[in-house]
């Protein structure tokens, strides 16, 4: 039995230009999105933090572009119960999905 709430961690790739932005924003209607974790430097992280009215936190373990299950889970580990958007390639072979949504415990 958990005796913790998992984090929902929306991993996408980070989207080009304003109408890349603007297309995940729309995306994201209806998600609570409390922050927003980007590789450190990702400038489109900081707008879509605005637009999102979500803190935006850097996590080196981002850098490569990729979004590795440690780090995944270690983002988990600090937003339990809540939903975070994490900047990053999703994990697998997603086509035509803006997001990918993971639950983690």
Known sequence: MALHC???LLVATPPRGAKGVASLV?????AR???VVRPPDLAVGEEL????GAPLENEEGLAAG????????AIADLHRGETVLVLA??????????????ELD
Do not use: I, S, W, Y
Not at 66 to 73: I, Q, S
Not at 89 to 102: H, I, K, N, W, Y
């Open 6 to 8: 998992p984090a929902t």
């Open 66 to 73: 990729a979004a590795p299950p440690a780090t995944l889970g």
């Open 49 to 52: 933090a605005q637009r999102l």
């Open 89 to 102: 390639r999703p994990p697998g072979e997603v086509t035509g999905a803006p997001f990918v949504r993971l």
């Open 33 to 35: 999105v409390l922050a």
């Open 26 to 30: 729309d995306a994201l209607a209806g």
